[in-house]
């Protein structure tokens, strides 16, 4: 599976964006992830979904502010971001896992990468 993300920009505290993860198959039964890397850090969990999207968890420190979301009939994962912070601020990246429910948090598990899209927030 290839994963193009796209939809990241430059927000001002407290904006919005909808990021989007395109794959070229089937995600129906993948797990899925959103991962993001701020520099000179590591890549951290964002937030997760499972069982075709019946599943989902987040990062305590975007919980209540971010939606993951999927639609399977068109192999697309969304990540809704609001409330944005400059804390926020990374490149995203999406990912994939060729299994149906999979409780994790680290990127290790995932084997599928789209090459990430950047997010700016100003303050």
């Known amino acids: 599976v290839q994963l193009q993300a796209s939809g990241g920009g430059l927000v001002q505290a407290g904006g919005s964006l909808r990021l989007s993860c395109a794959a070229s198959?089937?995600?129906?039964?993948?797990?899925m992830g959103w991962f993001r890397q701020a520099p000179g850090k590591e890549r951290e969990f964002v937030a997760g979904?499972?069982?075709?999207?019946?599943?989902?968890d987040y990062a305590d420190s975007v919980k209540g502010r971010f939606t993951i979301s999927r639609d399977n009939a068109r192999n697309t994962l969304y990540l809704q971001m609001s409330g944005l912070k400059p804390d926020d601020t990374g490149v995203y990246y999406c990912a994939s896992k060729n299994i149906e429910y999979l409780l994790t948090r680290s990127h290790r598990s995932f084997d599928y990468w789209g090459q990430g899209t950047q997010v700016t927030v100003s303050s």
């Open positions: 198959g089937r995600i129906s039964r993948h797990t």
């Open positions: 979904s499972s069982l075709g999207g019946a599943t989902s």
